[in-house]
């Protein structure tokens, strides 16, 4: 598939995409909300409002999401995967609580992010709760394959996680490494999340491979997005403050491709900014003129797009149908997630 | 088992028993040992440092030597059950990265703990990584009913740590209440690598209760004496600075018996130094004072002794074997553990 037949991401109709591909399998996106709350019962009552908190916090629940219409493709026609697609939800909660202590963030989709609400201790608390909680889902479906799909996940998860912290602040990350990060840390749990669509529909391998390959491809896509959106979004669209990563130091394609094709002076702007962490208030004007410049947002867009595609043709091997049509969209959606 | 016959942990040999015990097992000990040196080899630098930083550093590998001691008691004779091992001493590790990180500990058996070393951050991610590396581990092993049992366990782990968390400072909290949050917070994980023993041995549900009842009542002994040696140990024996519990204003069975047997103004004392952490230079020493003035820490090692005598009780099913002597020795080089 051509990139360019995607939709840019600057489709005005992202809304209605969105409404269409969850339309698909909404009676099973009831089931997995209403899992989701009975699961965060606790006697603890920190442990319910915290993972209640990061669970409600206008989730899109695309991993749960990809799994759904993974096993659909596949022709699985039960009803019961929604409990096993809880759990890619509660390892997405848990890594976004432990992310935001290790990033001292303070907002999340707009909203205080918990660990600036109930402190750092409680967010690798309670992550770790989700963690565990997650697991025991999996040995519960009692699948030795698809415990083996996501726990290997969850290491290379926490190893991206690691390298992303070694590599921040460091302007000199190559496009490469910063790959090998997102592949980890984001792609992982949906690959993971979309090859055991195929595993709960017993498919043969080829399928769970190319299940695999997509969602690997469709997390770099929209991780590239995100990465764009940290530079470019309204905070009231994104719900997040403009500016995050840069102001975290955190080295993302725009900022690689920019220092690259920046000569010295800027170069030295990047490294006094990013890895001297001196940032002056118009500072993040300056380094959105110097990507748009050197065309470094734009760029990080076509890489995003290739990708897409990537995720696109991995579902080649698949006959027409409305999922395919669904997956297919969740590409463009991420694509188009700004607008 | 009446718990007089126990050592007192005033017993001047609790070196050569622990010989004793661990000689029982040495080769595969030596397995462990390996096995957790190539388990830690990662092409990310910082978890291989950090890991073996945690790992290595002077742990007596309690938690795997009573899965090997509870397989061995139920008559396992292979040495597959090594690996396995292994698991209970990176869920360990992870908690006490994470542990760390929560009471902003500075060391840790004597040496600066990893957080003051590497920073909150590379605590949590490699505390992630090592909880992952675990449950992979587990899954190459193969048995669903392992996983189940060990996913659990870390699911009241969690909810140990996030109980504790907001029990924390409170003087007012009960002994049941305590004793809840070490049954969950450390007793479950010695609980399930002595089931576990059972399960790899494979045994019958009766030896599977015995040798986790052994674990539970071993591990809130364990945590007792622990408590004690926080206001008793010397630093160098321990290594350990004496009084981070009353520092860090934890509320363990010591300060629970002293506050509840005290007066109005004593009452006041543990307020304002371990609510409102107003702690002065003599604080530590007046706390010691309380103590040895309401026998709280001769009291906290009678209720030891207790959960001790019950350990070695529920062993009462298995018939004499060098094994289950090294089993109940366990529990005496626990009791007897500070000196």
């Given amino acids: 598939m051509d990139a360019s037949a995607l939709p840019s991401p600057i489709s005005p109709d992202s809304g209605n995409l969105k409404e269409r591909i969850y339309a698909r399998v909404r009676p099973d996106l009831a089931r997995i909300e209403n899992e989701i709350n009975c699961l965060l019962n606790s006697d603890i009552p920190l442990i319910s409002v915290v993972g209640r908190y ?7 629940r695309l991993r749960p999401l990809l799994m759904l219409l993974a096993a659909r493709i596949c022709g699985y026609r039960g009803d019961e995967d929604a409990r096993l697609a809880v759990v890619f939800e509660f390892v997405h909660a848990a890594s976004l609580l432990h992310d935001d202590v290790v990033d001292e963030s303070s907002l999340r989709r707009g909203l205080a992010s918990a660990n600036a609400v109930w402190g750092n201790k409680a967010s690798v608390l309670v992550g770790d709760f989700l963690f565990s909680r997650a697991f025991e889902l999996m040995v519960e479906d009692g699948s030795i394959q698809v415990l083996a799909i996501l726990s290997r996940a969850s290491s290379v998860i926490a190893e991206g996680e690691v390298l992303q912290l ?19 840390k984001t792609a992982a749990l949906f690959a993971a999340a979309c090859r055991i669509g195929a595993v709960v529909a017993d498919r043969p391998k080829i ?11 469709l997390g770099i896509a929209f991780q590239l997005i995100n990465a764009v959106l940290d530079y470019s979004a309204k905070q009231a669209v994104l ?6 990563d840069f102001r975290e130091g955190k080295i ?7 220092f690259r094709r920046g000569n010295d002076s800027e170069r030295k702007f990047w490294v006094r900014a990013l890895e001297r962490g001196e ?3 118009s500072d993040l004007d300056h380094a959105i003129g110097l990507m748009t410049k050197h065309r470094a947002l734009e760029d990080t867009i076509n890489r995003a797009q290739h990708y897409g595609a990537m995720a696109v043709d991995a ?9 395919k049509s669904a997956l297919e969209q969740v590409v463009a959606f991420c694509l188009a997630r700004s607008h």
């Fill in 54 to 60: 990061i669970m409600g916090s206008g989730g899109k």
């Fill in 252 to 258: 993302t394609l725009p900022v690689v491709l920019a």
């Fill in 239 to 244: 719900g997040k403050t403009v500016g995050d």
């Fill in 207 to 217: 399928e769970e491979e190319a299940l695999e390959s997509y969602g690997l491809n």
């Fill in 279 to 281: 940032i002056g208030d």
């Fill in 315 to 323: 579902l080649a091997l698949f006959p027409s149908s409305p999922m």
């Fill in 166 to 184: 070694i590599t921040a602040n460091d302007t000199s990350t190559s496009e490469d490494s910063y790959l090998e990060v997102i592949r980890a």
